[in-house]
Structures are given as C-alpha cells and as structure tokens.
C-alpha cells in the first residue's frame, strides 16, 4: 500500500510561483514512478508531470514545460513541483498519484490540493 499527501496549494496572482509537495509513504516498490496530475472544474484530469524516483528522469505536459519543476528528495520521501509563472489556466485542483512502473496505471492517489491564479 502507497499513501500520498499533498500540500502547498494556495491563492497566487499570474506570473508568481507556488511549489507543492506530496509526502509518499508505504511500499516503494509500488510508488517508484510519482506523477502530478490537475483538474480543473469542468475539464478531464489531465497528466501534468512524472519523476521516476530512483532514476530522477522527468516527463513534462507541453502545457507546462519551461515553466514547471518535478523533482524528489528520496531521504525524505517527498516529490516536488515547483510552479513559475502561473497563469490563470493552471487554476485547478492537483493531485499526486503513484504506480510501479512507466506504462502502467496509477494505482495510488492523494486527495488532491486546490491551485488558483487570479488575473
């Protein structure tokens, strides 16, 4: 079993920055691959970012590349995604989520953080 608890959401105007966090616990077998995910009301969740924890390789949406960071600190069991440059679109909540594998489903989900950018 995998827990995932996210924070650091908040209230930002556009073009200021949020990083968000989300604490894994349980097997790390099972959560090797952390990915962040949004949704914002009215839309499908779609996938924002991947780290493989062991390796530190990175996969970004076209969406948010150059603009947000995934990154991990193994020793304390946590995955980053720094956010520059917000804009209003990124208003969403956000959610981390883990599998075992790339290619593979998400089997473990946070409850997910609320993300809002004013104009």
């Known amino acids: 079993q995998v827990q995932l608890v996210e924070s650091g959401g908040g209230l930002v105007q556009a073009g200021e920055s949020l990083k968000l966090s989300c604490a894994v616990s349980?097997?790390?077998?099972?959560?090797?691959?952390v990915g962040w995910f949004r949704q914002a009301p009215g839309k499908e969740r779609e996938f924002v970012a991947r780290?493989?924890?062991?390796?530190?390789?990175?996969n970004y949406a076209d969406s948010v590349k150059g603009r947000f960071t995934i990154s991990r600190d193994n020793a304390k069991n946590t995955v980053y995604l720094q956010m520059n440059n917000l804009k209003s679109e990124d208003t969403a909540v956000y959610y981390c989520?883990?599998?075992?594998?790339?290619?593979?489903?998400?089997?473990?989900w946070g409850q997910g953080t609320q993300v809002t950018v004013s104009s």
């Open positions: 349980g097997s790390i077998g099972s959560s090797n691959v």
């Open positions: 989520a883990a599998t075992r594998r790339t290619g593979e489903s998400y089997d473990y």
């Open positions: 780290i493989i924890r062991l390796l530190g390789n990175t």
